[in-house]
């Protein structure tokens, strides 16, 4: 029992060392040195100082801390919290009443002028007091502190200042732990002691409006689902159409789900009666389009479908003629230049007067009236051309859109119209240096389109970093952005190509033209790029790199989050381009389509049970029995003996013994069963009994049995 004891006592005693030995959670994260001033304190090379809030205005806003917050600075924000005994309180507030009921009759009894600052000071009291003693409000000691950290002691300086200058307006006022920069360094350090006590008594109201970790949100009562809200799982419900601009670009890394995400609204929109049209370069887009019966067409050298770049769009409003001419030649330049690969000053004058001829040609001139002639084709213009001083080059370059390769895709007129709903146009058998003209070509089809006759439409560019490197193709895209907005249209732009597509003036001016914008999964390239242009922080930026398919950054005006782009089992079935779910679902229709063959086939008139594959055996198999009640009838297929395969190696099959039929029910109680419910016909697997076979051309009940 001693040496228990004994032992027990060396025990403790080396726990007892061991703990005073032992380096705590400080220890650790202490920094070797560090220097401290009256005004700031240094941790290596690193500059902080710590602020205080003294002061609160009577009203404030609830999220009022989010600006703060999500400001651009490198600080620790810290909040001390500790509840009060409301009776205390209470007592301390009834005597203050006291005192400011007593200055108010001192003060009349003088006839000096009523003071409503007074007179509100005693009803704030008399209503905190009213709702303490209710229990509707707590009274806590709240202390509120920032850390501001710099690499360099003016940064530091100007930082504090920024912080010091957005918290005073909102008339919250601060400041600076002067000698006591350790600690306020301590106090908003994560160890939960508050070493400043720099305190204000707030009650349960004003508390919940400083609470730091409100969230932004973008929901509205109307629009399209676009995704969730990663940090707080709401929904991100919004209308484009009712931003200053219905414009929208999605910028993201290949394989990082922009076209299924653009896909998701599209088919989204539909469902509010939005028309869609969209210019897809790898056919991502046709499923959705047969899904929802939309008219896909194939813009192709080996398609039927043409579009005569000389057609001209319907004047609109008070627009005149002179105007409408003047677009479809400007347009018409920068379709050629694309074409021949850039033109000079000279060409261009040559080729702006060959435009107006070529239009005279068919006598069509400034005159409204004249605008319904047929318009003439590229050959025309070419011809003019070639009779004209100076153009020749230009002729000669157009020869291959008009006699070459490329003639059937330029220089023929239009053969089709726009319908409502759903339309895609394919431009993915065309080479890659046809494919800006054809985009140019179709955008300006659809533009003439849209001016015609306007509703609510969004327009998708896919991959448009092609048209981007052009700048004549730029430019016009850029009108577009522009000018979308009056016509009741949305333009959505793609691109994977970041840097291409901001680096050019263009591109910019489009995106400042966009109200909403979707940054998905960037490469470190691009994110840097991103970061420069959207002002994104470093946890933004992190964000954007380690962000799994489908998940980024939500700009819609001023407010933006992050989000996860969701869909619906039914939509992801429509719209998906993983290759594993493309072949899944090609395996599942091939599987369905062989089940349905061999149901129709065993429905079929026509079908007999010779058509049934037997057994191999060495000896032909016997025919099946058939036994049915007296009343049945017994189509002639069923009589029919079935066939036997070739001979195999293998036991003969014996012929099983008839199996006796019921008598049958009443036929009252028997259920008819129709061909659509008969099951499809199988190889026979060892003797069994078959389903019974229904007799249409029979009014009576027919029980017939099977066994082979």
């Known amino acids: ?73 490198n600080m620790d924000v810290t909040m001390h919290i500790s509840p009060l005994e409301s009776n205390l309180f209470l ?31 005693i009803a704030d009291i008399d209503q905190l007091r009213e709702d303490l003693s209710s229990g509707q ?34 008339l919250v006022y601060t400041k600076q732990a002067i000698f006591q920069a350790e600690q306020g360094f301590h106090t908003t350090l994560p160890i939960g002691e508050d070493e400043l006590q720099i305190t204000k008594n707030l009650d349960t109201n004003s508390l919940s409006t400083t609470f730091p970790f409100v969230s932004a949100e973008l929901t509205s009562n109307k629009g399209v689902l676009y995704g969730i809200n990663r940090h707080n799982n709401s929904l991100i419900l919004f209308d484009r159409f009712d931003l200053e601009n219905a414009n929208e670009v999605v910028f993201a890394k290949s394989g990082a789900g922009k076209s299924y995400a653009v896909k998701l609204e599209a088919l989204r929109s539909l469902m509010f009666g939005t028309d869609v049209i969209v210019i897809d370069p790898e056919n991502e887009y046709q499923s959705l389009c047969e ?45 050629i230049a694309l074409m021949v690969g850039g033109i000079t000053p000279e060409e261009d004058a040559i080729l702006d007067k060959a435009i107006y001829d070529t239009y005279a040609l068919r006598d069509i001139t400034p005159d409204v009236s004249t605008h319904n002639n047929t318009p003439p084709v590229l050959s025309d213009l070419q011809g003019v051309l070639q009779n004209t001083k100076g153009a020749e080059s230009l002729a000669r370059r157009l020869t291959k859109y008009t006699e070459g390769t490329f003639a059937g895709l330029f220089n023929q007129p239009t053969n089709f119209e726009l319908s409502r709903g759903f339309i895609v146009f394919s431009i993915r058998n065309l080479e890659e240096a046809l494919r800006p003209l054809a985009m140019y070509l179709i955008l300006n089809y659809i533009w003439a389109q849209i001016r015609h006759q306007m509703r609510k439409r969004l327009l998708v560019v896919d ?14 895209l850029y009108s577009l952005a522009k000018r979308a907005r009056k016509y009741f249209l949305g333009l959505t732009i793609i691109s994977q190509d970041v840097e291409d597509f901001l680096g050019s003036e263009q591109g910019r001016a489009i995106l400042n033209n966009s109200s909403l914008q979707i940054l998905l999964k960037q490469s470190p390239a691009a994110v840097e790029k991103l970061a420069e242009v959207f002002h994104l922080t470093e946890g933004e930026k992190f964000l954007l790199l ?17 989000i996860k782009v969701v869909a619906s089992y039914a939509e992801d079935q ?25 149901a129709i086939e065993a429905d079929s008139p026509d079908f007999s049970p010779n058509q049934i594959e037997q057994p191999a055996a060495s000896t032909p198999p016997a025919a099946p029995q058939i036994q049915q009640t007296p009343t049945a009838q017994i189509p002639n297929q069923a009589a029919a003996t079935a066939k036997s395969a070739p001979a195999q190696p293998v036991s003969p099959v014996q012929t099983p013994t008839p199996v006796q039929t019921p008598t049958p029910e009443p036929a009252a109680t028997q259920p008819t069963a129709s061909p659509q419910q008969t099951a499809p016909f199988k190889s026979p697997q060892p003797p069994a009994e078959q389903a019974p076979i229904s007799n249409n051309t029979s009014q009576q009940q027919t029980n017939t049995q099977i066994n082979l």
């Open 1 to 73: 029992m001693a040496e228990q004891q004994l032992n027990r006592r060396m025990l403790r005693r080396a726990e007892s060392q061991i703990e005073k030995s032992s380096a705590s959670m400080l220890d650790f994260i202490a920094p070797a040195s560090y220097l401290t001033t009256p005004n700031f304190l240094q941790i290596n090379n690193l500059f902080l100082k710590t602020l205080f809030v003294y002061s609160y205005p009577r009203f404030l806003n609830s999220n009022w801390l989010s600006p703060v917050i999500n400001y651009d600075l």
């Open 91 to 121: 007592e301390q507030m009834r005597k203050q009443a006291g005192r400011l009921e007593s200055t108010r009759q001192i003060e009349q009894e003088k006839g000096l002028v009523r003071n409503p600052q007074l007179d509100q000071a």
């Open 137 to 170: 409000q707590r009274i806590f000691k709240v202390g509120l502190y920032f850390t501001v950290y710099a690499k360099s002691q003016q940064e530091l300086n100007e930082a504090s200042e920024r912080l010091i200058a957005t918290l005073g307006g909102l």
């Open 291 to 335: 899904a929802v019966g939309g008219s896909f067409f194939d813009f192709s050298l080996n398609s039927d479908k043409r579009v005569n770049p000389f057609d001209l769009p319907q004047a609109v409003e008070d627009e005149s003629g002179d105007v409408v001419l003047r677009t479809a030649v400007t347009d018409l330049k920068g379709l």
């Open 463 to 476: 991959e448009a970093w092609v048209l981007m490197q052009y700048p004549d193709s730029a430019k016009y």
């Open 546 to 562: 380690e962000s799994d398919v489908g998940e980024g950054l939500f700009f819609a005006g001023s407010s933006h989050v992050a």
């Open 574 to 598: 429509i719209i998906t381009t993983d290759p594993r779910q493309l072949l899944e679902q090609e395996k599942e229709t091939e599987k369905e389509e062989t089940i349905s063959g061999t």
